[in-house]
């Protein structure tokens, strides 16, 4: 059974920092692609960023890009959301997911496995 299992959310204040970690098991995604995504109340839910498990590119959502990096741990199959300068506006459930790496897209649709999430939210 596969399993995504999210930690690390918190309440932080803007300028702030915050490091997600999500630990995978069940299966081999040596073939995967992790990724990031998020949801605030009443908006949809939106790709953040994404990291190939076997070439290790990295791949964000302009809103996040230069702040948000994600990284991974092969050999402990985690896959890390380190944030930096959160802003207000990056307060959401942030989920863990993982797609076939020759398919997945910057829809919630084109991935298979998915975390429960993790709450982040940034005071002003």
């Known amino acids: 059974q596969v399993q995504l299992v999210e930690s690390g959310g918190g309440l932080v204040q803007a300028g702030g920092s915050l490091r997600l970690s999500c630990a995978a098991s069940?299966?081999?995604?040596?073939?995967?692609?992790m990724g990031w995504f998020r949801q605030a109340p009443g908006k949809e839910r939106e790709f953040v960023a994404a990291?190939?498990?076997?070439?290790?590119?990295?791949y964000y959502a302009g809103s996040v890009k230069g702040r948000f990096t994600i990284s991974g741990d092969n050999a402990k199959n985690t896959v890390y959301l380190q944030m930096n300068s959160l802003k207000p506006e990056d307060t959401a459930v942030y989920y863990c997911?993982?797609?076939?790496?020759?398919?997945?897209?910057?829809?919630?649709?084109?991935?298979?496995?998915w975390g429960q999430g993790t709450q982040v939210t940034v005071s002003s």
């Open positions: 997911a993982a797609a076939p790496e020759a398919l997945w897209d910057l829809t919630p649709f084109a991935w298979d496995y």
């Open positions: 069940g299966r081999t995604f040596s073939n995967y692609a």
């Open positions: 990291i190939s498990w076997s070439g290790g590119s990295t």
